[in-house]
């Protein structure tokens, strides 16, 4: 499709951008698949600010030093352009666009994949088999040895049954092709070499009939699984059709490589780090006469059994999550006397804290080991028994413990870290001569610099039973590492700093490590959401003394506790001062910290104005760019239903994240951009969808009541009651941005209900 366009220099920009994306709206609903190219001049107006997905080729001046003349298509890298003299007596340069596209099947080599099948009836074999094995043979006094034993036995009778399959997947394949489809694509190539011009046609006829045949067995098959109730292989089929987060870009490692990336990702190995006044656990003897060891049942690892995820990746013993999980009755017993044995002896055995790291690209372009971030797999195994035990640890933390820590405390999200920080700021702002300055934090690899006999300290102060402390300590120290890229394989490693990224503790390990890091004077706040961690500074007069002072203080902690901050990913990105004046430099460890305009804090970007443009922008540009995966699910017919449900999980997810935090502070423009999208969707599915008004107003009294009944959450104390007990009581608000942020909004959506407000 070629759209021509020209808008006059005086035009309403606005307006004729709006006429533009809703006829080109209708044309890409009318060819999802095609090729669309939109040009002419353009003046001043910029296509990309309705439609973000297009890409505009013309890059050298058309008119004087101005690019005025704009061509615009929906593939990367299409064209290249070259400037030719003008035509005539134009005072505009002539363009010629060179193709510049590769295709996919050129430029993306097909992957051969080996595909370990365990069929149903393998899976009844393994089930026999388990259920009439006498488990007490592998019993041994070193529960190294006993798990060892267990764990190869297992492998070793999946491996029995087990198919292998190679199949290779070429990019372009379409995922309701078929063998039947395929041989009438030969005969259509053959007929049409053959030069048998009604042969041809006939081959051409029956090839369009075979594909819309395959096409709609396929949309059939997708609606039976969603009718079924099998979102897992209705998605699958989503993805495929719309090619949705595809990626089948590789990257070749070498052994050298492997081993290299080992040693870097081991690099906050510190087994010299100093660790005065510990006392630490060392034997299961002195744990003297423990009456809170934790024991298991077999119903309770029953239970984590069967909630595995069929298809989560094995470990480094090989065993999947599907074996785990259908034959959860058959192992449960034999894993429980395991589980408890360790826990009693507060032993890990190496087999169940060894990691696999999978090497995994930042992005495409690789400069250096950094630019590989380390996905760690350990044993399914191990992750359903750190499951049960993250429930016992739980069951100890006070609920007030570090209440600025928003991750693995109920009743709290993301949005409760962001609306927090926000209204600390804005509050302070109603006084006239503050400022308020937030520094986003990031450390390198923070799970990984965990000291542990630090760490049992701290859970020894907060009372865990002494069994417990010692298996934790047992669990972080002398771990074994490998680095492993497709057959590729380092030597092995072990570790005694730092939780792997991929166990289930981790999170909640570095929480714990981190609950004492609280600010020292109260004109600061400390902000976290497990290692993402903010310093609020709340400054009055431009006297920041203080928050330089708790800076220093938190990079000494960070020292004390072998956190090692980046500070090159270390923004000081707000600076809400009425004087634009800019402050004299931050520095940590003598190096400047970056001030930057917006930051993306939790998914959400703030900006030093205070406004929700750069937010907006953001988040309409994701969720126009997948409005296409939506028409292209509606030109292979899908069912409304299933339309419906795409468009909730994939669009509006995208456009309502954390919208009680920033909606009502939204500009009326921008409130627009997202209704245009919206409206789209609309036009595509075919059927009313919810506003995003509706949308903010009931997450808006949900998040609201949450927190009310919640009297642990930081902000409860802004819902009180009025001595009536039919009101909340409305926070005293100076200005507009305080007023439209969302604590005072939801307090007055609450006593705007006709019934009871809480």
Request: glycine letters at 4%; charged letters at 20%; proline letters at 6%.
């Amino acid at each position: 499709m070629i759209t021509a366009v020209y808008i006059p220099p005086d035009a309403n920009v606005s307006l004729a951008l709006d006429h533009l994306y809703y006829k080109i709206s209708e044309q890409q609903q009318t060819y999802p698949e095609g090729v669309h190219i939109i040009a002419g001049d353009f003046n001043k107006a910029c296509l990309r600010t309705v439609l973000s997905k297009f890409v505009q080729h013309v890059k050298c001046p058309t008119r004087g030093n101005n690019i005025l003349d704009h061509v615009y298509t929906n593939i990367k890298q299409a064209y290249k352009s070259v400037s030719l003299p003008p035509l005539g007596k134009s005072d505009h340069l002539s363009l010629l666009l060179l193709p510049a596209y590769i295709p996919l099947k050129k430029r993306t080599r097909p992957i051969i994949k080996t595909i370990n099948t365990l069929t149903e009836g393998a899976i009844a074999q393994l089930q026999d088999c388990f259920a009439h094995t006498e488990w007490s043979i592998f019993e041994n006094e070193d529960l190294q040895i006993y798990t060892d034993a267990v764990l190869c036995y297992i492998k070793h009778c999946m491996d029995t049954v087990i198919i292998h399959k190679q199949v290779r997947i070429y990019p372009n394949c379409k995922p309701w092709m078929t063998s039947k489809v395929r041989v009438l694509l030969k005969a259509r190539n053959a007929a049409y070499a053959s030069g048998d011009q009604a042969k041809y046609w006939r081959a051409r006829t029956d090839l369009k009939k075979g594909m819309k045949e395959a096409k709609m067995s396929y949309t059939k098959k997708l609606s039976q699984h969603l009718s079924a109730s099998n979102p897992r292989r209705v998605w699958e089929g989503l993805r495929h059709i719309t090619k949705y987060k595809d990626s089948r870009s590789r990257t070749e490692i070498g052994a050298s490589l492997a081993e290299k990336l080992n040693y870097f990702f081991a690099r906050f190995e510190n087994t010299s780090f100093p660790t005065t006044n510990i006392t630490p656990i060392t034997s299961p003897a002195e744990f003297g006469s423990d009456t809170q060891i934790l024991t298991l049942q077999e119903q309770q690892v029953r239970t984590v059994f069967r909630a595995v995820h069929q298809r989560k990746a094995a470990g480094p013993d090989g065993i999947p999550g599907k074996v785990l999980k259908n034959c959860a009755e058959q192992l449960s017993m034999v894993f429980t006397k395991l589980f408890n044995r360790s826990l009693s002896e507060a032993t890990v055995p190496y087999c169940l804290k060894s990691t696999t790291i999978a090497p995994l690209p930042k992005s495409t372009t690789i400069n250096s080991l950094n630019d590989y971030r380390p996905i760690a797999l350990t044993p399914v195994v191990t992750k359903c028994f750190e499951k049960l035990v993250q429930k016992h640890i739980k069951d100890f933390l006070p609920p007030s413990m570090d209440p600025c820590q928003f991750l693995y405390k109920a009743n709290k999200s993301t949005e409760d870290a962001i609306s927090n920080a926000l209204h600390s700021s804005l509050q302070h702002l109603e006084n006239p001569g503050t400022s308020v300055r937030m520094l986003f934090i990031d450390f390198s690899s923070a799970f990984n610099t965990i000291i542990p006999n630090i760490f049992v300290a701290k859970l020894i102060n907060l009372n865990l039973p002494p069994t417990t402390c010692g298996w934790i300590k047992d669990f972080l120290t002398i771990c074994p590492q490998a680095v492993r890229f497709g057959d590729k394989r380092s030597s092995t490693l072990m570790l005694s700093t730092g939780s792997p990224q991929g166990c289930v503790l981790s999170p909640l390990l570095f929480t714990i490590y981190t609950h004492d890091c609280i600010p020292i004077p109260r004109s600061n706040k400390i902000i976290k959401f497990a290692d993402d961690t903010t310093l609020v500074g709340l400054i009055h007069n431009n006297d920041d003394a203080a928050y330089r002072d708790e800076v220093c203080h938190l990079s000494e902690w960070c020292d004390d506790h072998n956190l090692s901050l980046n500070i090159k990913k270390t923004k000081m990105v707000i600076d809400f001062r009425r004087s634009r004046n800019a402050p004299s430099p931050l520095c940590i460890k003598g190096a400047e910290v970056e001030r930057v305009p917006s930051f993306k804090f939790l998914g959400i970007y703030i900006s030093e104005d205070l406004s929700w443009t750069i937010n907006t922008t953001a988040l309409v540009k994701k969720a126009q760019q997948r409005l296409y995966f939506l028409r292209v699910l509606k030109w292979n017919r899908l069912q409304t239903n299933l339309l419906v449900s795409f468009y909730r999980a994939v669009i509006e997810s995208v456009m309502t994240y954390a919208i009680p935090v920033w909606y009502a502070g939204c500009t009326v423009a921008d409130k627009n951009r997202y209704q245009r999208v919206i409206r789209a969707a609309e036009k595509v599915i075919g059927c009313t969808l919810p506003s995003l008004d509706t949308i903010a107003l009931q997450r808006c009294l949900t998040r609201a009541r949450t927190i009310s009944r919640d009297i642990y959450h930081p902000n409860h104390y802004l819902f009180a009651m009025l001595p009536s007990g039919k009101r909340f009581r409305s926070l005293s608000c100076r200005t507009d941005r305080l007023r439209k942020s969302f604590f005072p909004w939801a307090i007055r959506t609450l006593n705007g209900q006709k019934n009871q407000p809480y």
